[in-house]
């Protein structure tokens, strides 16, 4: 007997005369699928639940062991019972399989060789599947006119299936509202109203959803290849804190496409649009490819050879003792861990400004040393009450706005399957629930796309959003310290909100640093602090806003300021520059400054921005898909990325660069780490908090029956011909020392630990859809477990210490407004406003206002305004925001042609009425 993942209660059912031990609350697709039996369906996806639309996965039921004729039911809405007798192989089974698939095809065109998603179609596979060979309607086809989605997504309706995923993912679990099916009956279509953009920031996920080729990723097609020709790696998505796993794919050295990586503690099947299409950075034309050096401040740079970079790094570095080095949040932690090995802990700073410096060790002191979990998005999915306190999550952690939609289901349907509806099953879980939600609190200055979602969204400053977040806290445990001055709707909704958060199982608090104000983070905790003293488990999530900010604030080191100011001192003239524009961090000014008074700058990086404009020794380094790297989620999750392309010389990863620079400044002969398991292995000796990164990963000693993982599926072609320009022969095939991945289709077949899955492959499953044999169950962890390693984890002996609320009330001059920053997750973010099809997407910069705060201007969007800060001015468009407060102003941030802004912080606002001379929004 076979048994699938523990863990609810089991019972006995008969497949194919095998009798297995099965979980007692799935449905028979479901458990099938985990069982490695093979079921063709269509319209099933284990994120979405059951509906029956498609009719395909059709079995025959036996109502006892004495029944001989049995039943034809569709197995995705069949819940299994004890004693459950199936067949899935029968003759009439195959026969009404093959003909729903027919009569699905009826309109289908014959374009599989033309079709992006031939040879990775689920279509293509189910067709098979179900033994449709030949078909024989004779008849003119049905045809559509295809819409212009935008720069993400190429529609082609004329292969819809009608499986009706498409609009169930998009509308019902991601909240789009632009997207949706038209008509009846065979003419239906599945789109926009209107030619357009899409809307939702997980528009890319129709790629994966739709079994066909209906919708797909526009940028693969720019640059197209086929799935069984890409060599491909695991990796994790570099553009937020969240850490959700990808898979990079790529062809003749250009990166192709970026695809969801299954992980069931964190994204499980799904990516938000930043993540799936902003890798075009690693293609761009601005790319880092050679050494260029300064041969003085007043040259220009040109470019050297490699001897030419050792002499210049020979006269930087040998015998200088006055070195610091700059790390980053966007570099792993052993890239900077070896610039600290470079320069001495002590002449190691982060690279961020002193504000988010001091906000991220906030947030990572909280996290460590308080009571409350530190939760993974599968755990903030199955919340039943969560409070956001001042984080835009659509805009700052878009999968984590996706985990809070599904949370807002939970209750519901948790009443639903006491009715007597299993939770699988969707359509009658919807149908009873209607627009009954979890509670779901929403409390940030200005509106944002969950706000659908909260019982009473609560719009204020920032530090009134403080005030609520202690109040809740106070009302929750008296020993947690309110503020004296909170009015009648903070005290009402605070109320209403601990009252919530007391009476759930698992609440979670969210809140980040994105606001700039440590008081909101210490609010936030004090809510979590609070539930923990009464017993009450909870969870608190806490948003940093880069890949690897939690990681930089593990490694240890000082802010950005404290560099300048032993700069300026004369303490040290020389700056190594790791993976950071300085101009991001501060003000354009005192960068200036900083680079005039050093010596040397040596900047090493993967893309040209100001900072590397600006280095007298600019050295191209590996980007994340030409690199092993680990970095530290939001959540404190350790993860590991992996190169898709092999290592170039003239482009060496950043830790080995620095290696080399090591020899030069210890004046050694050999190079410090011989691969990367060195370097990740003294990084675990050299900080405790890492060592078990180094002990649980897969090295690069590691093998499958004596044989490396595969990044090339067994059908890859054309290794011959990829240089057949510079010789007919085999190429020797190049050699990966550092991790235990292949740049081969030859190695080993096995399913690898999930952390090392490449590309999903299993026989008669070329589509995505293979997945599920990769699994414990649809929709559960991976087998083996989930990847990452928690780093972070809750400090349940530590006595409950509330914070006391410092707030400092705002001094704000007659005609002056508070500025607060608005992210935007198209263009707030550095990597991936390189990435064409992203740089499309990204808004002029514009400011949100009050309308009353515009009187005597004009009331609508076509106004614009002059923004004075610190006597910088900035010319913006104008946003109304009905919701924000009066005397407040939200503006768009590190948007691409705007230069640093400290802020929250007080500004003048003159304003316009259209383009003041023409001139662009967001330059100064």
């Given at each position: 007997m076979k048994n699938i993942v523990p863990g609810g209660r089991m019972i006995k059912i008969e497949i194919n005369g095998k009798y297995y031990e099965v979980k007692a609350e799935k449905n028979l697709l479901e458990v099938s699928l985990s069982l490695g039996i093979n079921i063709p369906h269509f319209c099933y996806h284990a994120a979405l639940g059951s509906v029956g639309a498609c009719r395909l996965c059709a079995v025959k039921k036996y109502r006892n062991a004495s029944d001989t004729k049995g039943r034809l039911i569709m197995s995705c809405m069949e819940p299994v019972t004890e004693g459950l007798i199936l067949r899935t192989e029968e003759s009439d089974v195959i026969k009404f399989r093959a003909a729903v698939l027919e009569s699905l095809m009826i309109n289908h065109p014959h374009d599989c060789p033309v079709c992006d998603e031939g040879g990775e179609c689920h279509l293509q596979d189910m067709t098979v599947m179900t033994g449709h060979n030949y078909r024989s309607y004779n008849f003119k086809k049905r045809t559509y006119t295809n819409q212009n989605l935008g720069p993400f997504i190429h529609h082609e309706m004329n292969r819809c299936i009608q499986c009706y995923r498409c609009v169930r993912f998009y509308k019902e679990y991601a909240g789009g509202k632009d997207f949706d099916v038209f008509a009846s009956h065979d003419h239906v279509y599945f789109g926009r109203h209107e030619d357009g953009i899409l809307d939702s920031e997980f528009s890319g996920n129709l790629v994966e959803v739709c079994p066909t080729g209906v919708f797909t990723d526009k940028t693969l097609k720019s640059h197209f290849t086929r799935k069984w020709d890409l060599t491909n790696a695991p990796s994790v998505c570099v553009h937020c804190s969240v850490g959700c796993n990808t898979i990079a794919g790529e062809r003749y050295g250009i990166l192709r496409r970026i695809m969801s990586r299954y992980n069931g503690s964190v994204n499980g099947y799904f990516l938000c649009d930043r993540g799936r299409f902003g890798y075009e950075f690693v293609n761009h034309e601005n790319r880092l490819k050679k050494v260029k050096i300064r041969l003085s401040k007043n040259e220009n740079p040109v470019v050297a050879e490699n001897d030419q970079l050792q002499v210049s790094l020979n006269s930087a570095l040998s015998d200088n003792k006055r070195i610091i080095g700059i790390g980053s949040p966007r570099a792993s932690l052993e890239a900077n861990y070896a610039l600290m090995n470079l320069v001495g802990t002590e002449n190691f700073y982060h690279g961020i400004s002193k504000s988010d410096y001091e906000l991220t060790k906030t947030a990572l002191h909280i996290l460590q040393n308080g009571p409350a979990h530190s939760p993974s998005l599968k755990e903030i999915e199955n919340a039943d009450v969560v409070f956001i306190l001042g984080e835009d999550l659509t805009q700052t952690a878009p999968m984590i706005a996706l985990a809070v939609r599904q949370a807002a289901r939970n209750i519901p349907l948790q009443a639903g399957e006491k009715?007597?509806?299993?939770?699988?099953?969707?359509?009658?879980?919807?149908?009873?629930?209607?627009?009954?939600?979890?509670?779901?609190?929403?409390?940030?200055?200005?509106?944002?796309?969950?706000?659908?979602?909260?019982?009473?969204?609560?719009?204020?400053?920032?530090?009134?959003?403080?005030?609520?977040?202690?109040?809740?806290?106070?009302?929750?445990?008296?020993?947690?310290?309110?503020?004296?001055?909170?009015?009648?709707?903070?005290?009402?909704?605070?109320?209403?909100?601990?009252?919530?958060?007391?009476?759930?199982?698992?609440?979670?608090?969210?809140?980040?640093?994105?606001?700039?104000?440590?008081?909101?983070?210490?609010?936030?905790?004090?809510?979590?602090?609070?539930?923990?003293?009464?017993?009450?488990?909870?969870?608190?999530?806490?948003?940093?806003?880069?890949?690897?900010?939690?990681?930089?604030?593990?490694?240890?080191?000082?802010?950005?300021?404290?560099?300048?100011?032993?700069?300026?001192?004369?303490?040290?003239?020389?700056?190594?520059?790791?993976?950071?524009?300085?101009y991001r961090r501060a003000e354009k000014e005192i960068v200036d400054e900083v680079f005039q008074k050093c010596k040397h700058v040596i900047v090493l990086d993967h893309l040209m921005n100001d900072t590397a404009s600006k280095a007298d020794i600019l050295i191209p380094v590996g980007s994340?898909?030409?690199?092993?790297?680990?970095?530290?989620?939001?959540?404190?999750?350790?993860?590991?990325?992996?190169?898709?392309?092999?290592?170039?010389?003239?482009?060496?990863?950043?830790?080995?660069?620095?290696?080399?620079?090591?020899?030069?400044?210890?004046?050694?002969?050999?190079?410090?780490?011989?691969?990367?398991?060195?370097?990740?292995?003294?990084?675990?000796?050299?900080?405790?908090?890492?060592?078990?990164?180094?002990?649980?990963?897969?090295?690069?000693?590691?093998?499958?029956?004596?044989?490396?993982?595969?990044?090339?599926?067994?059908?890859?072609?054309?290794?011959?011909?990829?240089?057949?320009?510079?010789?007919?022969?085999?190429?020797?095939?190049?050699?990966?020392?550092?991790?235990?991945?292949?740049?081969?289709?030859?190695?080993?077949?096995?399913?690898?630990?999930?952390?090392?899955?490449?590309?999903?492959?299993?026989?008669?499953?070329n589509s995505a859809q293979s997945i599920n044999f990769y699994l414990d169950e649809p929709n559960g962890s991976m087998k083996g477990g989930d990847p990452g390693i928690r780093l972070i984890e809750a400090n349940k002996n530590a006595k409950v210490s509330f914070f006391e609320p410092d707030i400092t009330d705002i001094e704000q001059k007659p005609g002056e407004f508070w500025i607060i920053p608005v992210y935007r997750i198209f263009g707030s973010e550095e990597l991936s406003s390189k990435a064409k099809a992203v740089a499309e997407r990204i808004p002029e910069p514009y400011v949100l206002m009050n309308e009353k705060d515009i009187a005597g201007s004009d009331k609508n969007e076509n106004g614009s305004a002059n923004i004075n800060i610190s006597g910088k001015e900035i010319f913006v468009k104008i946003k109304i925001d009905p919701d924000i407060p009066l005397g407040i102003a939200g503006l768009t941030v590190n948007l691409p042609g705007m230069p640093f802004l400290n802020l929250p912080c007080s500004g003048k606002i003159k304003f316009a009425s259209g383009n003041s001379n023409n001139q662009k929004p967001g330059r100064p």
């Open positions: 009715t007597g509806i299993p939770r699988w099953h969707d359509a009658a879980q919807r149908d009873r629930t209607q627009d009954i939600k979890s509670p779901i609190f929403v409390a940030n200055p200005y509106q944002t796309k969950l706000d659908e979602l909260s019982r009473e969204p609560y719009h204020a400053s920032i530090n009134e959003i403080a005030k609520l977040g202690f109040a809740v806290a106070a009302q929750i445990n008296d020993n947690a310290t309110s503020v004296k001055d909170v009015d009648t709707r903070q005290y009402m909704l605070a109320s209403e909100i601990a009252v919530a958060l007391k009476n759930a199982k698992n609440p979670v608090i969210i809140s980040g640093i994105h606001c700039g104000n440590k008081e909101m983070l210490h609010a936030a905790a004090n809510i979590a602090f609070a539930l923990e003293a009464l017993q009450i488990k909870s969870s608190l999530c806490l948003v940093v806003p880069e890949s690897n900010s939690m990681g930089l604030g593990m490694i240890g080191g000082k802010s950005l300021e404290d560099a300048y100011r032993r700069i300026e001192q004369g303490e040290a003239d020389t700056l190594v520059i790791l993976e950071n524009d300085l994340f898909a030409e690199s092993e790297g680990t970095i530290v989620s939001n959540e404190g999750r350790a993860q590991r990325y992996y190169k898709v392309f092999p290592s170039e010389k003239s482009v060496p990863e950043s830790w080995r660069m620095i290696g080399e620079m090591i020899k030069i400044v210890r004046d050694q002969i050999d190079h410090p780490w011989k691969n990367f398991d060195q370097v990740a292995k003294e990084m675990g000796d050299d900080i405790p908090e890492f060592s078990v990164i180094h002990q649980k990963m897969p090295g690069n000693g590691f093998r499958i029956l004596n044989e490396k993982i595969t990044r090339q599926p067994l059908r890859f072609s054309g290794r011959t011909a990829n240089s057949a320009h510079i010789a007919v022969n085999e190429p020797k095939l190049p050699q990966d020392h550092d991790s235990p991945l292949a740049f081969s289709m030859e190695g080993s077949n096995e399913v690898p630990p999930s952390s090392l899955v490449p590309f999903y492959w299993t026989p008669g499953w």
